[in-house]
DNA sequence: GCCGTTTTCGGCCCGACTGTTTTCAGTCG
């Protein structure tokens, strides 16, 4: 909107969220060792010289310039569905619109009629989306991974069995992991494309069709989630996996790469480009798959959970991460005796039916009253029917534990003397998650270092969208994390995501162990081991560094390593 | 502003759709 050269605005936004997805401490790096800023990729010297003055300064000088030459309440304008940085120029520029108040009122008055290139068909969208932003009053929401998954999945059932369609798959974020995400990306494989986009605009809960052409389209459901579809014929359904999946980043550095080996990229293949006054060629070098892609790249294969990286160069052969089938063992689960819904042999038998070899019954301590949590003559009484289950059902371990309270200061909410007692110790923080980051940290800190606790759980008790949660200096957690062989959890309720995937990532690079559990309270929530093993390979994980996915012995010889 | 297995200067991904235009600008993903 000041006129800025584009490429610039481009690079800024790149170093956003090169730092965003960064899991080192940048503020520690701005303080002590600024040179390392610059070894991320997109932060050069000056945006490194920002994040200094925001860290010293809490506030970066340029930028207060920047907003003082705009008024405050143009940029949200931007956020208006089809109105870009060039027409809210000119809406400023021209009719002295400054808010959407303003915008709002010359729509009514028909003031916008003499501007250029804004005929009426753009006013009346233009009008469509000031009276909706008005009435919901905010911006575009974006929705939990495990709100838009099970959305994705009933929209693709319903498109697979339009005429024609061979394959259907949901891309984008969603694909990626995300823990939320803006919209949806479906594609279909078709050789009836006229058939899928007709199923696709009369899907049940459309309330809007945004845009709609030959190979691709837009909705807006009644929950107010946009989906966009592409279609495309099966050959090249590779290519199109790969550029609808994003990240636009991670596309634009594959099509760099593309253009230094003579060759371009697009959502329809990989092609060798035309010499000079020939014709370019129609059949490209690769598109059925992304793997061939990669591959004719000369790149390693990138897990769609990596790409929201833009450095093609990370590794030299694909990291081989953690895979939902790898998953043999849940380890913190509750039953009836808290606040569970299962009884000890419904989980053991939900646990079974799965394919693990472990189940580990880990319902609340005295501490969580709220969620009838075990005094500890019930939890005495608790292991001996958990005993008697394991008799009882055969073929699998179950586990006597608890999901016991990290108080406040740091203690656990049972002895030493009945801790021992149990299989296995996962400790969580459930109160004070508001307390500042040095007290969290203590806090933490010193449930990883008891000697009888194997799992730290959900390890800042943020909600997604709902409450921060702890902000403890992470760098020690995984240090005393490393030392006492104390595993992270990821807890795998997409409301939690807990750990979360940069901090996921710290934890591996740091040498730590992690377990990707479910938290289970109904049958449903096993379900959700998916986001959690999405989460745990954002952040690189391994199937040798989760203990879930080790064999029966090896886990329990880590249990049994704790007493 | 960032970056370099040709480059420290001169580039910076690529295509679909809409609405406005008689050939294309703006926006989006």
Redesign the pocket.
């Known amino acids: 909107m000041t006129g800025a050269?584009g490429?610039?605005v481009?690079?800024?936004r790149r170093?956003a969220r090169a730092s965003e997805g960064e899991s080192n401490d940048l503020a520690a790096w701005a303080r002590e060792d600024r040179g390392r800023l610059?070894t991320i990729?997109?932060?050069?010297?000056?945006?490194?010289n920002h994040i200094v003055e925001l860290v010293t300064l809490g506030r970066i000088p340029d930028l207060d310039t920047l907003r003082g030459q705009v008024p405050s309440g143009l940029p949200e304008l931007l956020t208006?569905?089809?109105?870009?940085?060039?027409?809210?120029k000119v809406l400023w520029e021209s009719a002295g619109i400054t808010s959407l108040e303003e915008l709002d009122s010359a729509i009514d008055a028909g003031r916008l009629a003499e501007i250029?290139?804004?005929?009426?068909?753009?006013?009346a969208?233009l009008r469509l989306a000031v009276k909706a932003r008005i009435a919901s009053g905010n911006a575009p929401r974006r929705y939990r991974l495990g709100e838009a998954v099970p959305q994705a999945e009933s929209l693709l059932a319903r498109l697979r069995l339009a005429k024609g369609t061979i394959r259907a798959q949901f891309a984008?974020s969603a694909r990626r992991g995300r823990e939320t995400v803006g919209?949806l990306?479906l594609l279909v494989a078709s050789t009836d494309p006229g058939a899928a986009q007709t199923a696709f605009v009369t899907l049940p809960g459309v309330a809007r069709v945004l845009?709609?052409?030959?190979?691709?389209a837009?909705v807006q459901l009644e929950n107010g989630l946009?989906v966009?579809l592409r279609v495309v014929e099966d050959q090249a359904f590779g290519a199109a996996l790969l550029y609808?999946t994003g990240s636009?980043d991670h596309?634009?550095r594959l099509?760099?790469r593309?253009?230094?080996r003579g060759m371009?990229?697009?959502?329809y293949g990989l092609f060798v480009e035309a010499e000079p006054g020939g014709e370019p060629p129609s059949v490209p070098v690769s598109a059925h798959t992304e793997e061939e892609i990669y591959r004719a790249l000369e790149l390693p294969f990138w897990p769609p959970e990596l790409r929201e990286s833009s450095a093609l160069d990370s590794f030299d052969t694909t990291p081989s991460l953690v895979e939902l089938s790898d998953i043999k063992a849940e380890l913190h689960a509750h039953t009836t005796a808290s606040d569970g819904e299962l009884t000890i042999d419904e989980l053991a038998q939900l646990a079974k039916s799965r394919g693990f070899h472990t189940i580990a019954v880990t319902d609340h301590s005295r501490a969580s009253a709220q969620a009838n949590g075990l005094s500890v003559e019930r939890l005495l009484r608790h292991i001996g029917m958990i005993r008697e289950a394991e008799a009882r059902v055969g073929g699998i371990r179950i586990l006597a534990g608890s999901e016991v309270d990290i108080l406040a200061d740091g203690r656990l909410d049972y002895d030493d003397e009945t801790l021992a007692r149990l299989d296995i110790v996962v400790a969580s923080p459930h109160t004070a998650l508001r307390q500042d980051p040095e007290a969290a940290t203590r806090r933490l800190v010193a449930a990883i270092r008891h000697p009888l606790v194997h799992i730290l759980g959900h390890p800042t008790g943020r909600i997604i969208q709902g409450r921060d949660g702890l902000s403890p200096d992470m760098a020690k957690l995984y240090e005393a994390a490393r030392e006492s062989s104390t595993a992270f959890e990821v807890n795998s309720h997409w409301m939690r995501l807990d750990l979360r995937d940069v901090h996921v990532h710290g934890a591996v690079a740091a040498g730590c162990l992690v377990a990707i559990d479910c938290d289970i309270h109904s049958a449903a929530d096993a379900d959700n081991l998916r986001y959690g093993v999405a989460t745990a390979r954002r952040g690189h994980l391994t199937a040798a560094s989760c203990v879930n996915a080790w064999p029966s012995a090896t886990l329990h010889a880590w249990l049994a390593s704790k007493h």
């Open positions: 050269n490429f610039k481009n690079a800024f170093a610059q990729d997109g932060i050069g010297l000056s945006t490194a208006l569905q089809g109105l870009g940085p060039k027409t809210v250029p290139r804004l005929g009426p068909k753009s006013i969208n984008g919209d990306d845009a709609g052409g030959e190979t691709r837009s946009q966009d609808f636009k596309n634009v099509r760099e593309a253009i230094s371009r990229l697009n959502e």
